[in-house]
């Protein structure tokens, strides 16, 4: 009987049960709490200052000048933003809204081209001096903007581009950034799928536009929503080489709204707003491809 029950025993071992964390639903039901609220805090902090906007534009002046402030206002109106439509021709809003689109627009589309060719170069093709050339690229990361300032200056003079959206959109086209940002991507895609179009008879040109950019949407989205801001929210160089009142941006433009209304903040607000509004649809349109490239997964299996 006792060898039975010793075979028995090895047979049917007890089983193994891990031990009870009595404390591990408590903790994961407040760890999960306090991120989502650190997530709201996040949120608040990022979206506040653009519902504060808002919420000062459809207020009157008297009471967006309150002591103590106030959060909703009493009785909203929209009389602000109709200022903005009915301005003078000294201080054309509608056009400075579309100049500044239409500069960012054009930036955009110039990064683009220019970094995806460069990066594509240093990071697919083979020839003497390409690392000397990106460590040159890249070094110019650390110079500061302003050193630039001048320089452009002279030579968007001698161009004959001052007082035009050309002045806005070309400099800084050939951005170190792009180049950086858009080589470590590309060089991070398999070479299998280069040497399959090889196979299949495609020449360099083809690859680059029909596989490798393909592949590389989600920087490309990145880089594109990066230096629209980049353009979009320019303030000192549009200053220096726009000297027209309709040929100004708008982040130019409303700073002279401020003594045109005497402080008329909801007008201001109301400006404000307006340009924070294309940034808000292209984040809202682009931000599963931003999200993407910023983590760098380039490929989907």
């Known amino acids: 009987m ?3 029950t010793r075979s028995s025993q090895r047979q049917e071992p007890p089983a193994h049960r891990p031990a009870a964390h009595p404390g591990r639903g408590a903790g994961s039901v407040a760890g999960r709490g306090i991120f989502w609220l650190f997530l709201l805090v996040l949120t608040v902090i990022f979206i506040g200052p653009i519902i504060w906007m808002f919420l ?7 009471e967006a000048t309150s002591v103590p402030p106030t959060f909703l206002p009493d009785s909203p109106t929209f009389g602000a933003y109709e ?24 930036h955009m589309v110039l990064v683009l081209v220019l970094a995806s060719t460069a990066a594509y170069a240093l990071a697919r093709l083979d020839f003497r001096g390409r690392g000397v050339m990106f460590v040159v690229i890249v070094s110019t990361l650390f110079v500061p903007g302003f050193v630039f300032l001048i320089p452009n200056y002279l030579i968007i003079d001698r161009l004959g581009w001052l007082d035009t959206v050309w002045a806005l959109a070309v400099p800084g ?8 940002f858009l080589r470590q991507f590309f060089s991070m895609l398999p070479g299998e799928l280069e040497e399959a179009a090889l196979i299949d008879g495609a020449n360099q040109w083809q690859i680059f536009t029909r596989v490798v950019l393909p592949n590389a949407k989600p920087a490309l989205a990145t880089l594109a929503v990066l230096s629209f801001l980049s353009n979009w929210n320019d303030f ?8 027209s009142p309709e040929q100004l941006t708008l982040p130019a433009g409303l700073r002279l709204l401020q003594g045109a209304y005497t402080t008329d903040y909801p007008v201001i607000m109301a400006g404000a707003f307006v340009a924070s509004v294309p940034v ?22």
Do not use: C, H, M
Not at 236 to 243: K, S
């Open 56 to 62: 000062t534009s459809i207020k009157t002046n008297p």
């Open 83 to 106: 200022d903005l439509l009915r301005l003078d021709g000294s201080y054309p809003v509608l056009r400075w809204f579309l100049n500044s689109l239409l500069a960012a627009s054009l």
């Open 280 to 301: 808000l649809i292209l984040f809202v349109f682009t931000q599963r491809y931003v999200i993407e490239g910023v983590s760098r997964s380039g490929l989907k299996g």
């Open 236 to 243: 000192i160089w549009p200053i220096y080489v726009l000297f």
């Open 2 to 4: 006792a060898v039975l």
């Open 173 to 180: 086209a050939a951005s170190a950034f792009g180049v950086f």
